[in-house]
Nanobody, 127 residues
Framework: QVQLVESGGGLVQTGGSLRLSCAASARTFSTYALGWFRQAPGKERQFVAAISRNGGSTYYADSVKGRFTISRDNAKNTVYLQMSSLKPEDTAVYYC????????????????????WGQGTQVTVSS
């Protein structure tokens, strides 16, 4: 069991930057692959980025590639999402998720593979 708490959301202008953080309660944080997903009003939850257990493999949705960076600090039980060049279409509630995968170098891109979720943090990008 792991509890996830996101922070760092807020209101930013187009072109601005934000860094989201997700702190986990698990003592075995390094055994989880981690993902960020987002959901805008009236839309389905969408994959944003994922990172493997060892941090060596990262994955991004095409819509954020080159603008967002996912990273993790296993010593701090925290995963980050650095977001730059933000656009109004990035406006959504952002969720972090954890997958207790046995694979050290892989992470999934679909939300149904993730067992644990945070409560979400709102990101609003004004035009």
């Amino acid at each position: 069991q792991v509890q996830l708490v996101e922070s760092g959301g807020g209101l930013v202008q187009t072109g601005g930057s934000l860094r989201l953080s997700c702190a986990a309660s698990a003592r075995t944080f390094s055994t989880y692959a981690l993902g960020w997903f987002r959901q805008a009003p009236g839309k389905e939850r969408q994959f944003v980025a994922a990172i493997s257990r060892n941090g060596g493999s990262t994955y991004y949705a095409d819509s954020v590639k080159g603008r967002f960076t996912i990273s993790r600090d296993n010593a701090k039980n925290t995963v980050y999402l650095q977001m730059s060049s933000l656009k109004p279409e990035d406006t959504a509630v952002y969720y972090c998720a954890a997958d207790p995968t046995p694979y050290n170098t892989r992470a999934y891109l679909t939300y149904d593979k993730y067992d644990y979720w945070g409560q979400g943090t709102q990101v609003t990008v004004s035009s």
